[in-house]
């Protein structure tokens, strides 16, 4: 059984939800949900509950956690009065693909099972969304919207900030080892399922792949994309495509040119070197004649006279007269080697026998 291939399609990205960029956590909470929550803090409702595509949601806090923190609204108008500051991170967003392949329960399960190292991690609390591909847009589309809080939840409520993914030393760190995570989650109900592939959490660099890599539509381009309209980012993420698609159709042939060169060279050294023993040579003059009995069998495939003269069946009995002297000549070398060496032998054994002779 061969061993199974990478897909192409891994997509784990963490970002900030950040007040200095003028976002609201609660209307990023809405639009990932599908619901209509309550803004207190800019005084104003944000309705999703008409948006399609929204398959599941589900909430994952810390055992001890308070009910309210499982209830959208009132936890994500909580992650806004923590933070005082101008330029706070309110939350971070995780975007992780989803295999097209698996079973929709499957799916959920690798959300859970993501959202719930994230809650034993960070100690903080996790509202899901799992989209279905959009009506206009790659049918493969499956992916989950992993919102989370960047204060620990405790048992009175959000508690101190986790620094770790702040930190401009440790953050990138931090987010390869939640990419790596989630592809191993991933990695493992594929192997359940018996699939033939497998993700790997590696940018294309780092694996040595030349693929231009595409970008994140947003909601704006998206919405545009929706409607029909084509949108500049969806314009990149095309022309990205479409350098990907013949991108791997080179990787492909030159993969297979490697693997003819090989073959090739492979024969070059069978045929150029001497017949391992008879069998071997009478195998290879089989090999040879194969051509000519085929020609014998159809006749007429082959002209009666060419440029030298010589009919068909001549030029064949010539080959295989020339077949019979190599292996005549091959096993005659076998068997002056094998002479020299006996000889050599019997000269050594002779010489050790006198040494204790005396002259």
């Known amino acids: 059984m061969s061993a199974p291939s990478t897909a192409?399609?891994?997509?784990?990205?963490?970002?900030?939800?950040?007040?200095?960029?003028?976002?609201?956590?609660?209307?990023?909470?809405?639009?990932?949900?599908?619901?209509?929550?309550?803004?207190e803090r800019y005084q104003t409702v944000h309705d999703y509950t008409r948006r399609r595509g929204v398959e599941c949601t589900f909430t994952v806090a810390p055992v001890d956690a308070p009910a309210w923190s499982h209830d959208a609204q009132a936890l994500w108008n909580a992650a806004e009065r923590a933070e005082t500051r101008k330029n706070s991170t309110l939350a971070r967003d995780v975007?992780?693909?989803l295999?097209?392949?698996?079973?929709?329960?499957?799916?959920?399960?690798?959300?859970?099972?993501?959202?719930a190292a994230l809650v034993e991690r960070y100690n903080v609390v996790v509202s899901v969304a799992i989209h279905q591909p959009s009506r206009?847009?790659?049918?493969?589309n499956h992916h989950a919207h992993i919102l989370f809080t960047t204060r620990e939840m405790?048992?009175?409520?959000?508690?101190?900030?986790?620094?770790?993914?702040?930190?401009?030393?440790?953050?990138?760190?931090?987010?390869?080892?939640?990419?790596?995570?989630?592809?191993?989650?991933?990695?493992?109900?594929?192997?359940?399922a018996n699939a033939d592939i497998r993700v790997d959490h590696r940018s294309f660099k780092d694996r040595g792949i030349e693929r231009e890599p595409t970008t994140h539509l947003g909601p704006a381009a998206t919405e545009m994309e929706r409607r029909g309209e084509?949108?500049?980012?969806?314009?990149?993420?095309?022309?990205?495509?479409?350098?990907?698609?013949?991108?791997?159709?080179?990787?492909?042939?030159?993969a297979e040119r490697d693997t003819l060169d090989k073959a090739i060279e492979a024969e070059r050294e069978r045929i150029s070197s001497p017949p391992a023993d008879p069998e071997d040579a009478l195998e290879?003059?089989?090999?040879?004649?194969?051509?000519?009995?085929?020609?014998?069998?159809?006749?007429?495939?082959?002209?009666?006279?060419?440029?030298?003269?010589?009919?068909?069946?001549?030029?064949?009995?010539?080959r295989l007269a020339e077949k019979a002297r190599?292996?005549?000549?091959?096993?005659?070398?076998?068997?002056?080697?094998?002479?020299?060496?006996?000889?050599?032998?019997?000269?050594?054994?002779?010489?050790?026998?006198?040494?204790?002779?005396?002259?």
Request: charged share 30%.
């Open 154 to 192: 405790t048992s009175e409520g959000l508690g101190k900030k986790t620094r770790i993914l702040d930190d401009r030393k440790t953050g990138p760190q931090e987010v390869t080892k939640l990419r790596e995570l989630a592809a191993d989650i991933i990695n493992e109900h594929l192997a359940a």
């Open 99 to 115: 295999p097209s392949l698996l079973e929709p329960s499957d799916r959920q399960r690798i959300a859970e099972q993501f959202a």
């Open 230 to 254: 084509q949108s500049e980012r969806g314009d990149v993420n095309r022309d990205a495509a479409q350098g990907n698609r013949e991108t791997e159709q080179n990787q492909t042939l030159l």
């Open 136 to 140: 206009d847009g790659d049918e493969r």
């Open 95 to 97: 975007e992780l693909a």
């Open 8 to 39: 192409s399609w891994y997509h784990c990205s963490v970002k900030p939800v950040s007040r200095s960029a003028g976002r609201s956590v609660v209307a990023a909470a809405a639009y990932r949900l599908g619901e209509r929550l309550q803004d």
């Open 326 to 359: 190599n292996f005549a000549i091959a096993i005659a070398e076998k068997a002056r080697s094998f002479w020299r060496s006996s000889e050599q032998e019997r000269s050594h054994e002779h010489n050790h026998d006198n040494r204790g002779i005396d002259r």
């Open 284 to 318: 290879r003059m089989r090999e040879a004649a194969e051509p000519f009995r085929e020609a014998i069998v159809t006749e007429g495939a082959v002209p009666n006279i060419e440029a030298d003269g010589l009919t068909w069946w001549q030029r064949l009995g010539m």
